[in-house]
């Protein structure tokens, strides 16, 4: 419960990866780095707040990461403010990959990148020294991140994630904090958040919650202190301290974390409270823009796109915001037009019974054109209704059990598609799409609809619920589901068990969502070792890589993508791209026609090594021949 003092172990999930580069067993090159390391370092100002010691007040590079044995829960993997965006490291010994927001404050964008340039760089010594030390090791480091919107004015951000290395038994983790004003611009500091006068009423709120839930956990003489507000995150109800492992009395067991609701330390913040400020602050015209309501007698505006809403029970908004007036709803199939895109971020204005609107745009597929009319998509709607991803409230408690629409589970990923089977005399190649699903998602599923082709979606398991509605569409329209693992780990560099964890986990939710019975791994990094086989084997699950890496990941480079598959593309060829970068889906736009022109039928992978010489066996890494 947010609500409660939670136990958290503070090594933390990881997160998806821009990137697949091969191990040994790929029989590929290692690439050289792409971390500068000559990066400045975070400042200790609490515009980015490292949950673990902080390398200027240590001087040892190993105590910035702390080992310990178990998993946290901290990461509810909730994306509601910002794009996602990247940096990766990939070398012989050690890869990893920092995800991160970039949104509408640009001096939070800044601050950001600096800590996550200074963090690679650092886990990147750190696995080195390790590998020096056992030579034959590697290691791999992974930070996910969740954000929030706190009511209007207010977002927080929570960066979490751990180094894994061969030659250790534990990971060691790393985690951050950040807290934005969206009114002001500014990026918070600890004391804008908690100003002196107030700190005592927030210390003694903070003992006695300990004492509350566990009276071990500090003593009388243990003194609760400035160190104790380091690393805060802002939340609708109240606000989350989080305490690494050893740093702090209560932590010396392991890392754990304090939530206080506001009326807990009434008049100790520094800030507007997010629950006061919804009804008074006045957000800037980027953040929050307010539609004024036309009345249906008032001339139509000018329509700028058309399209379909591809859930049920999609919530329109006065407001483009979550927490605006709710005016009606949009079910699925149900079409939509649009005036104007973009709308913070990740909001359509829309024409709605007569009146301007605002509508989620993870929601709706932009696949009609004004002058064609509106509806003629239309189909039978499914039997079970799909909650639409808006209506999901900021929440850093354990994930409600979700209530997925229940697929009928099948062998193939064909529910529904084009019923045409891939001719085996012609040419054939298998498009892969590796690390979403995401927002860029939907534009590829059109791009391939309008084709008549099909690919291969390999999905990270925890980003599977929030897109839970993509996930279906996926099937919906015939393409294969694969897994990618449940966050992006590198196999090659875990034990038994916790590749099975991987594995099992992220196959559990994607069939969970789409029905598919999840039959392929696509390793990160393109890693394979034994104990991976083996576990493949035992799962039913056999391995794919690729023929063609487009380095999109590295690019973000349209034209640089459609070189990499245009200038080397042959019949049998798996591409491997990604769903997350919008650069991809530019190149897309050119690709998939270009390859349809040349006479290649857009596959599966399934369907491509189905007409192979060796049928796909578990356990085993494929290839098309």
Known sequence: MRKVFSLIICIVLILVTACSAPAPEAATNPQPSQVSED??????????????PAREQTGDTENAVVETPEESQLLNHTHEYGETE??????????????????????????????????????????????????????????????????????????????????????????????????????LTTDDLFPQQGRDKIFNAMRAKLADIDDTLIGQNDTIDERWLQYPLLMSDGIQFVLPKGEYPASKNGGISIYLQYSEIGGSMGIPLPSAQESTAQPTEEQQPTPKPTPSKTKKPKILETGICIAHDVHVRKTAARTGELIGT?????????????????????????????????????????????????????????????????????????????????????????????????????????????????????????????????????RVESFSTIVQ??????????????????LTVLSSEQIKAELSKSAKEIEKYSGQKVKMLRPPYGSVNDSEKSMCKSLGM????????????????????????????????????????????????????????????LVTVEELLSHSKNAPDPGTVHRYE
């Open 473 to 490: 569409r996926v099937t919906k329209e015939g393409h294969q589901i694969a897994s990618h693992t449940w966050d992006h780990k590198k």
């Open 39 to 52: 990066v400045p370092t975070s400042d200790d100002n609490g515009k980015i707040v490292e949950v673990l």
């Open 330 to 462: 949009l079910s699925y199939n149900d079409s939509v037009e649009v005036i104007e895109k973009d709308i913070a971020e990740s909001w359509y204005k829309i024409w709605f019974d007569g009146q301007e609107a605002y509508v989620s745009s993870e929601f709706i597929s932009l696949a009609l054109d004004p002058e064609s009319g509106i509806g003629s998509l239309k189909t039978e709607k499914p039997s079970s209704a799909i909650d639409g991803l808006e209506t999901k409230k900021p929440s850093h408690s354990p994930k409600p059990t979700p209530e997925p629409t229940e697929a009928k589970k099948t062998s193939k990923p064909h529910d529904e598609g084009n019923g045409v089977e891939p001719d085996p005399k012609k040419k054939m190649v298998a498009l892969t799409f590796d690390d979403g699903p995401s927002k860029v998602t939907p534009r590829l599923l059109d791009l391939l609809k309008e084709s008549g082709g099909k690919a291969t979606f390999c999905m990270v398991g925890n």
């Open 86 to 187: 990247a940096i990766t490291a990939m070398e012989d010994k050690f890869s990893g990959t920092i995800f991160y927001p970039l949104g509408e404050l640009k001096s939070a964008d800044k601050d950001i990148i600096e800590w996550a340039n200074a963090t690679m760089a650092d886990a990147k010594k750190i696995s080195d020294s390790f590998s020096a030390d056992s030579p034959g090791t590697e290691g791999d480091f992974s930070v996910n991140y969740d954000s929030y919107r706190v009511g209007k004015r207010y977002v927080s951000v929570l960066e979490a994630g751990e180094l894994n290395h061969s030659s250790k038994d534990a990971p060691l983790e790393t985690a951050h904090t950040m807290n934005l004003d969206l009114q002001t611009g500014k990026v």
């Open 542 to 601: 056999y391995i794919v890589n690729w023929d063609i890496d487009t380095e999109d990941w590295k690019t973000h480079n349209a034209d640089k993508t459609y070189d990499a598959i245009m200038n080397h593309v042959k019949s049998g060829d798996i591409i491997l791209c990604h769903d997350l970068y919008p650069a991809t889906a530019d190149a897309m736009e050119r690709v998939i026609p270009a390859l349809v022109k040349k006479g290649f039928q």
